[in-house]
């Protein structure tokens, strides 16, 4: 990929071979990955097969990979809002920990409110902030407002198809530069826009880790464990078996998979020893 420069996938990688999803999930997200899911888009317009690969949620879009991974319209106010959430969630409650505020003890079951404050700190959850202006974006998904910096961010999530992440992370900054200065003015004290942005498939920004030492809060291990499990859920739901079809055969994806999973716990991938058939590979 050409914009792996800029980009840092390995705490993705890592988290895609925890060996939390099951297989063909794994399977399917580092095919998509790799490039190897032979689409029926793919498969009408390089293998020239007469099929429709038109997207059956939406009707009007080919069903590419980035197509539902995170463009389709009909996946937006339910699959892709949902799948926001719960990083967003997972965000907010890593904040909660750091600064002692009151949430529950797993992470998973954490439902944030609206506002949460200590002697420390306090979070604004989706909660908008009164101007004098009117201002197009007041609206962040979490405001923290750090008592003893004296500081205030202005956090935003966002999960676009990877190779738009540096275009939405400059999106978000833009959105919320009117929000931050009115802020500024209003509270007199230093406001920062922190986007956080994180590609579809495996893509994060490299700033993102300097981000989170802004936020000192621990928050890639629930936004990676959030976003694995939630990308894993969207394939599954729309991507049917002709469509997880590989240019190569069953094995070979496989072998692929082994020989990442060696890489990443630093055993010798020798000969894989459980060869088997995976029906969504078709
Ligand atoms: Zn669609």
Known sequence: ??????????DFRQWLLRGELKKETEGMITAAQDQVLRTRYIQRMIGGNNISSICMNCNTKNKTINHI???????????????HDSVAKALHWSLCKKHQLSCSDKRYEHQPEGVIQ?????????????????????????????????????????????????????EKIDKYQDLKIETTRIWDIPVETVPIIIGTL?????????????????VAPGIMQKIVGQI?????????????STKFGTNDVQDL??????????????????????????
Not at 1 to 10: F, N, P, R, V
Not at 257 to 282: I, M, N, Q, V, Y
């Open 257 to 282: 998979l082994f020989k990442k999973r060696c890489a990443s716990t630093g055993e010798s991938p020798g000969r894989r020893t459980d060869r088997t058939e995976s029906k969504w590979l078709g």
């Open 202 to 218: 495996s893509t994060i920004l490299r700033s993102l880790k300097r981000k989170q030492g802004k936020l000192e809060a621990g």
């Open 69 to 83: 991974a995170s463009e389709c319209p009909a996946l937006a106010e339910n699959q892709y809002q949902k799948r």
């Open 232 to 244: 894993g859920s969207i394939f599954h739901k729309n991507l049917s078996l002709d469509d997880t």
């Open 1 to 10: 990929m050409s914009h792996t420069k800029e980009l840092a996938s390995d």
């Open 118 to 170: 200590n002697d420390q700190a306090k979070t604004l959850w989706d909660y908008g902030i009164g101007t004098d202006r009117v201002l197009r974006a007041i609206r962040p998904d979490v405001k923290l407002i750090d008592k003893i910096k004296k500081k205030v961010s202005l956090i935003d999530v966002a999960i676009p198809w990877h190779p738009k992440v540096e275009e939405k992370e400059r």
